[in-house]
């Protein structure tokens, strides 16, 4: 067959068909939406609650358990917000896709509309919710200097903003929000709560007093009990502060075993016809042959076997010792109730109160509640926990023996020696020879296969 080529025409067609196609494939797979760049400041999802109003703005206050100024959520009509975030864990990653309304999301968009792509995507999945909070932890932070509104060794008493003078150039926007008549009757409402008061003129002066500040502590600490913690808090505060070690205990158990076994008993019975014999009186002499002869038939006669199952119950008594791994001491109600009660004491000193506040806190809690039991009962706890980790480390062969500082020293000596030995080696090789160690020689053969004998 004779060879055929394309001639120049019907290339240049095909060329051209060909342009068109990636061309129409380019204008259908092209997006009409133009994508912004990645921002550097992403946006944060927060939820915020119903009842705050219009006007309620995010401020910085000052934290006094971090020292910082943090993030707040202050409504004019309703109160303070704190902002508690909620976060995935890193090992499955998340992330938050948010679309952004047009106002009208009635009207649909039409192919002709140029409009940007409205919506987003976030990095992360962390979310902000604002959960009330007691504007009395952040007035805590005023009086963490004493010896300013003192004297002679007594405290006097002060108005507000000269209280809130220590803190006002660390918290940026609290002379703002003293503004609103709301929210400052709030803060003095508080500031109450834990002060002394007394009215001068048209003002009221505040002293601040610690028994106020336990007995609001201790109140809000048994409203939490009362409600129940959370599982996190529970476990973390009350669980594992009473949970004691286990031990072997041995207990002597009683068994009680029956079994039922099942015997064949057989019995014969005669079979159906045959003649039973009869009894004849001595009287009667005469009849002595015939009699004889029936005795005789009957014997002869063939017998039916018959097979019974009986049942026989066999009980056994069997004393057995067990051994099972129980707690070594079991904690009381009333050392469970205290103990969750001391939990949120420490965790509401340790999220909102500063250090000098909480140990002031726990000092003057002894003379309203009686931990006495609790501290007993958790020394000895602590007792058992060390005995059970010398007991665990006697028996526990598999863990290494500590070094002695001698063979911790020689130890180190000769991997140093090592290490300079290797150092020296290679400082004596030339660059071909370390080349040379980097060639792969998978498949090659060795110097010694070209000598064996054919």
Not at 337 to 356: D, I, W
């Amino acid at each position: 067959m004779a060879r055929t080529t394309r001639s120049k025409a019907s290339a240049s067609a095909a060329e051209a068909s060909d342009s068109k196609s990636k061309s129409t494939a380019n204008s259908n797979t092209q997006s009409r939406y133009t994508l912004p760049a990645e921002s550097t400041k992403p946006p944060i999802v927060f939820v915020l609650p119903k009842k705050a109003t219009k006007d309620a703005k995010i401020v910085s206050l000052y934290n006094p358990r971090y020292q910082t100024p943090m993030r707040y959520l202050v409504c004019p009509e309703t109160g303070i917000y704190e902002f508690t975030s909620i976060v995935a864990p890193k090992s499955t990653p998340k992330s938050w896709f948010i679309e952004c309304g047009n106002g009208d999301s009635a009207q649909p968009k039409t192919s002709d509309d140029n409009s940007e792509f409205r919506a987003y995507v976030t990095n992360g999945a962390e979310l902000y919710v604002a959960t009330p909070f007691d504007p009395m932890f952040l007035l805590l932070a005023a009086f963490a200097d004493q010896s300013a509104s003192t004297k002679d060794g007594k405290r006097m008493f002060v108005f507000i903003d000269d209280h809130l003078d220590s803190i006002r150039d660390k918290s940026p926007h609290l002379s703002e929000i003293l503004r609103w008549g709301k929210t400052r009757t709030l803060l003095e409402s508080r500031m109450a709560a834990v002060c002394d008061t007394v009215e001068a003129g048209d003002e009221t002066m505040f002293r601040f007093n610690e028994d106020k500040m336990a007995t609001e502590m201790l109140a809000k600490a048994q409203n939490i009990c009362e409600h129940g913690l959370p599982q996190s808090l529970e476990e973390k505060y009350v669980t594992k502060k009473l949970e004691a070690p286990l031990m072997a205990v041995k207990k002597e158990a009683t068994i009680i075993s029956t079994t039922q076994e099942q015997t064949q008993v057989e019995t014969s019975t005669p079979a159906s016809g045959a003649s039973t014999p009869k009894v004849e009186s001595a009287d009667s002499q005469s009849s002595v042959s015939s009699t004889e002869t029936t005795t005789t038939s009957a014997s002869e006669a063939p017998t039916a076997a018959t097979s019974v199952a009986e049942e026989s119950t066999t009980t056994t008594v069997t004393n057995a010792t067990m051994t099972e791994l129980a707690p070594a001491m079991l904690a009381s109600e009333e050392i469970v109730k205290l103990q969750r009660l001391r939990g949120a004491l420490q965790f509401m000193c340790a999220k909102y109160m500063s250090k000098e506040h909480g140990v002031l806190l726990f000092s003057k809690l002894k003379t309203q509640v009686d931990f006495a039991p609790l501290d007993a009962y958790l020394e000895k706890l602590n007792t058992l926990r060390q005995e059970a980790a010398v007991a665990r480390s006697l028996t526990d062969y598999s863990r290494k023996r500590p070094l002695d500082d001698e063979e911790a020293a020689e130890r180190a000596e000769k991997k140093r020696r090592k290490d300079e030995a290797e150092k020296r080696k290679k400082a004596g090789e030339s660059r071909a020879v370390r080349d040379l160690k980097k060639v792969s020689t998978t498949g090659m053969k060795k110097m010694s296969d070209f000598f064996k004998k054919k």
